[in-house]
Each structure stands twice: as C-alpha cells, then as structure tokens.
C-alpha cells in the first residue's frame, strides 16, 4: 500500500483545514487508515483512525473538532480539522495497517510523507 497525504498548510487559530491521503495498492479499501502528528521535538501522536467499515477512533484532544472520513470510490481517507488551535500545529501523516484501527503507531505497516499543518494564533 503506497500512501499520500495533502492538504496542509497556514491557517490562524479558529479556521478549518481538510487533509487528504490516497492510498493506492491491492486491496487498500480493507486497510484501517490512521493519522498522526508530530511536532519540533515531541514524539508522534495519535489523531484519529478509520477502519475498512468506516468505524472510527480519535484522541481526546480532538475529538470534539476533528472527524475522519473516508470515501472507498476514491480511496481516500479525510481529516476534517475545525475550530484550530496552535497546538495542532504539527507535520500530520497518514499509516496504514490489515484491518483493525489502532492507537499505536508501531502497529502500522505502511506510511505516507507528511504534511504540514502550521496554526498562527
């Protein structure tokens, strides 16, 4: 599975950002797409994953903000960021593992190069 993620870029505290990863390859559908985030200096962070049904999982930290969708037609996977905050502030990318969402980011298979996503406050 080859994974590509888009859609950052410079936005002020407050506005609304989409991210999209296509995710090509042999049954790329079933796999549970996942993003995450890092920061200058911090270790990698969950965001939010979908699995193959469309079940989904987010971060406490934004849970209330974000929501990932994916649309199999395009074989794409969204991250809907609204109300941004500097803290989100972070190189976002997207990973892919068979099947189950997880948290972890060890328990994923394949990944994508980052995007930006910079939030002045």
């Known amino acids: 599975v080859q994974l590509q993620a888009s859609g950052g870029g410079l936005v002020q505290a407050g506005d609304s950002l989409t991210l999209s990863c296509v995710a090509s390859?042999?049954?790329?559908?079933?796999?549970?797409i996942a993003w995450f985030r890092q920061a200058p200096g911090k270790e990698r962070e969950f965001v939010a994953a979908i699995d193959g049904a469309s079940n989904t999982i987010y971060a406490d930290s934004v849970k209330d903000r974000f929501t990932i969708s994916r649309d199999n037609a395009k074989s794409t996977v969204y991250l809907q960021m609204n109300s941004l905050k500097a803290e989100d502030t972070a190189v976002y990318l997207c990973?892919?593992?068979?099947?189950?969402?997880?948290?972890?980011?060890?328990?994923?298979?394949?990944w994508g190069q980052g995007t930006l996503v910079t939030v002045s406050s």
């Open positions: 990973a892919a593992r068979a099947f189950r969402s997880s948290r972890t980011s060890v328990a994923y298979n394949y």
């Open positions: 390859g042999r049954a790329a559908n079933n796999y549970a």
